[in-house]
């Protein structure tokens, strides 16, 4: 009966988001966050997941392709990912030119694949708020939020048992080949519907990246009350799986207050200006074409 019980906490751990079974931080701490020790998916398979998709979704979508908007992402992006609490992760960071959802600002198909839409590259009105978007997405990766959905979803399909899974059951030749075929046919676009409390921690772990790597984090109050920075993230009666506006902001602003002072913190560069006039240089080409 121990066991029976034993594991019936753990199948609880895998069936409902992680974030909902863990305790909040408290105001004088920063949020820490660890892999999920239920989590069978190891980062070869998960990488390998994100990779297949990631050819599909740019196949699909378009990359915006200038080598200097991609040199730019990339190195905001890698100095957030250094900072991260996943630092370890193969990251990359791209321009996308779509994505099949409506009112997006950038996604992740997990691995550390990161795109950026170009529409938001457009309209983000500083440096500082692009670094929490990007460090919020480097937080799905960092709370391992892309494979812990995957195996959800395979328990609920039923293509496993989670008993058979937790009691050691099932080899892990036969666990692999389960996964890839599951990745093979799943869609991407509803792993990547994630819960409230996954977005809530990617936005702690998001604005922490940015103060890390030197980023002023208020940019992202003013972002939860003026932008969409986060994924699928289209009218409040459609988006559920979100936290409101308000509740961000509540969040946020709690955990910047756990973070030291520093001065000189970034909110824009010239490399932000200049990102934003060659975009303008490229509507323009278009245009003319």
């Known amino acids: 009966m121990l066991k029976l019980s034993i594991l019936s906490l753990l199948i609880l751990f895998l069936l409902f988001p ?24 190891d980062e070869k398979q998960e ?8 050819k599909d979704i740019e196949a699909k979508q378009g990359l915006l392709g200038d080598s200097q908007i991609d040199d730019y992402l990339d190195n905001i992006g890698q100095r957030l990912a250094k900072v991260s609490q996943r630092p370890g ?11 099949d959802r409506p009112g997006i600002a950038a996604f992740t198909v997990g691995g550390g694949r990161i795109y ?7 309209d983000v009105p500083s440096e500082a708020a692009l670094a929490f ?23 609920l399909d039923k293509i496993v048992s989670e008993v058979a899974l937790l009691a050691g059951r099932i080899g892990e030749s036969d666990w692999e080949k389960l996964v890839r075929e599951y990745s093979d046919k799943a869609s991407y676009l509803l792993l990547l519907e994630f819960s409230r409390e996954d977005e809530k921690e990617a936005d702690l772990l998001g604005v922490g990246n940015a103060f890390d790597a ?19 993230q289209v009218i409040d009666d459609l988006n559920k799986q979100h936290p409101s506006p308000e509740e961000s ?41």
């Open 18 to 41: 992680y974030g909902s079974l863990k305790s909040a931080p408290q105001s004088s701490e920063r949020y820490k966050v660890s892999r999920p020790f239920y989590l069978r998916i």
């Open 47 to 54: 990488t390998e997941m994100a990779d297949r998709w990631a």
């Open 89 to 99: 992760l193969k990251y990359s960071f791209k321009a996308i030119k779509s994505f």
């Open 116 to 122: 950026v839409l170009i529409s938001f590259l457009r």
């Open 133 to 155: 978007t990007i460090g919020h997405e480097i937080g799905h990766n960092a709370g391992y939020h892309l494979p812990l959905q995957m195996q959800r979803r395979m328990f």
């Open 214 to 232: 030197g980023w002023d984090p208020t940019a992202a109050l003013l972002w939860t009350r003026t932008g969409s920075r986060t994924i699928m």
């Open 249 to 289: 902001y509540q969040y946020l602003s709690q955990e910047i207050k756990t973070l030291d002072k520093k001065k000189g913190l970034i909110n824009t560069s010239q490399e932000f200006m200049q990102m934003k006039q060659r975009l303008k240089e490229l509507s323009s080409f278009t245009r003319s074409k």
